[in-house]
């Protein structure tokens, strides 16, 4: 009986047909898993912020974050009306970012912390989405290299960064009407671009704890921020379509 086989220049051919087909397709395949990486830190990273000043309040007995001993120690003096009710937004935004070094890592298992030039980390800083009427959205803009200390989004009022044990850097500053961070998902390592592995957010002081996202503490707390990453990652289910 006959048997019949593959010659050598056979399987050379297919595997080599092999061999250009992934090289075409495992690019966008890291790529992919590589978004989706960073996306589902991203809602972990935000996850942690919202519980942790869900905790704050809860230890301070309130249900408003600017009551918070920590807004009021670290963040800023808020505005009060005739009735000493408090309105939104602060009396200045002169706050004292060395408080965050005292009250941060009782709610984060924080194993280095830095200050200002300290966080010497280089980023593609501020960039946004631009989205089309079929929700098809790109990344755009953007100021870079820069470092977090040294962008004006940080309101001149000194950042702290916080290096934590799951290996992401949770950025803290003071702004006028909530507290701004931006959260590089996998610490030092690159891409470090905003949108990608930054991810800029406000925790808003007359709010229940929850995080948005958004560069404008203004416009992130009052109308939202439609071209901020994050908020479009908590709309999109999660998905970096981007």
């Known amino acids: 009986m006959k048997r019949f086989g593959f010659t050598l220049a056979e399987v050379l051919i297919t595997l080599g047909i092999i061999g250009v087909v992934a090289a075409m397709t495992l690019p966008s395949l890291i790529a992919e898993h590589r978004k989706q990486v960073y996306a589902t830190s991203a809602k972990k990273a935000v996850n942690v912020m919202s519980n942790m000043f869900k905790k704050m309040m809860a230890d301070d007995s309130v249900t408003n974050l600017a009551n918070t001993s920590f807004v009021s120690e670290a963040v800023c003096a808020i505005k009060f009306d005739s009735n000493y009710h408090n ?4 009396e200045d935004n002169y706050g004292n970012p060395s408080k965050f070094e005292e009250y941060i890592p009782k709610y984060l298992k924080v194993v280095k912390t830095c200050n200002n030039q300290e966080c010497d980390v280089i980023y593609k800083l501020d960039k946004y989405l631009n989205c089309d009427s079929n929700n098809k959205c790109t990344l755009y803009g953007g100021i870079g290299p820069a470092t977090i200390s040294s962008s004006q989004d940080i309101y001149g009022q000194g950042v702290v960064g916080f290096y934590t044990t799951d290996g992401m850097i949770y950025y803290f500053a003071p702004a006028n009407n909530s507290i701004y961070i931006q959260v590089d998902v996998n610490g030092e390592k690159g891409p470090n671009e905003s949108g990608r592995d930054l991810f800029a957010m406000q925790a808003c002081l007359n709010k ?3 995080i948005i996202g958004g560069h404008n503490a203004e416009s992130a707390c009052q109308s939202g921020d439609q071209s ?3 908020n479009h990652l908590m709309s ?4 970096m379509d981007y």
Do not use: L
Not at 87 to 90: K, L
Not at 236 to 239: P, R, T
């Open 228 to 230: 901020s990453p994050i």
């Open 208 to 210: 229940n704890g929850n």
């Open 236 to 239: 999109n289910g999660w998905k």
């Open 87 to 90: 309105v939104n937004g602060c």
